[in-house]
Every structure is written in C-alpha cells, then in structure tokens.
Nanobody
Framework: VQLQASGGGLVQPGGSLRLSCVAS????????ISWFRQAPGKEREGVSC????????YYADSVKGRFTISRDNAKNAAYLQMNSLKPEDTAVYYC????????????????????WGQGTLVTVSS
C-alpha cells in the first residue's frame, strides 16, 4: 500500500512539469488528494488539493493560475500540472491522501492523511 510521486526534474524558469501521484494497494477514488512541497530550510506548505469527486479544488495563492490539480480515478492517479515555473517553486513535492473531503475542499489536518508519497524533487533554475 503506497503512493508513488514522480515527474520532478530540472526545468528553466517559465517552464512546465507534470507531477504524478499513483496509488497502489488501494483505490484512490475514495480519497481527496493533496500536494505539498518543502523547500530547503523551509516548512512544508500545502500547494493544492482536490476532492474525491473532482468537483472541488483549492490552490495556494503562490501557485494559483499557474498550477492545475487533476485526478484520473480509472488510473488510480492524481496529477499536478505546473506551468510558468519560478525559482521559488523549487522544492520536494509530496502527495498525500485523506478521507477528509469537505466542500469546498481545503487541506486536511496533518493527522488526517493516510499515506504520503516519497517526494519528487522539482528544481527551477537557469
């Protein structure tokens, strides 16, 4: 039972990346999904989250208009499309699942997340 985050890499400012979060051993469609990130020397921060029914999304102000969260329950996966990347987006990105899925969706309390992906490093640099 795990979440596998992938898709990180080195990209120039203004570039794009698409992160994936794939679940194995359980069905992701029962859970809301959140993406978090942690930059060196900084605390972990919430980036975006999506409800179980894909009808509610939330974005941190720092990524609003640039990032798009989505999910494909048939593939047991969630995604984070990141466009117009900035150096300050550099961080390790994590996905996590939770049954906490209010409307409108918001990040769950930390102890409400069941599993965390191992993290994927995004580096935005010229």
């Amino acid at each position: 039972v795990q979440l596998q985050a992938s898709g990180g890499g080195l990209v120039q400012p203004g570039g794009s990346l698409r992160l994936s979060c794939v679940a194995s051993g359980f069905s992701l469609d029962e859970y809301a999904i959140s993406w978090f990130r942690q930059a060196p020397g900084k605390e972990r921060e919430g980036v975006s989250c999506i409800s179980t029914r894909d009808d509610s999304t939330y974005y941190a102000d720092s990524v609003k208009g640039r990032f798009t969260i989505s999910r494909d329950n048939a593939k047991n996966a969630a995604y984070l499309q990141m466009n117009s990347l900035k150096p300050e987006d550099t961080a390790v990105y994590y996905c996590a699942n939770t049954r906490y899925s209010p409307t409108p969706i918001v990040f769950a309390p930390p102890n409400e997340y069941d599993y965390w992906g191992q993290g994927t490093l995004v580096t935005v640099s010229s």
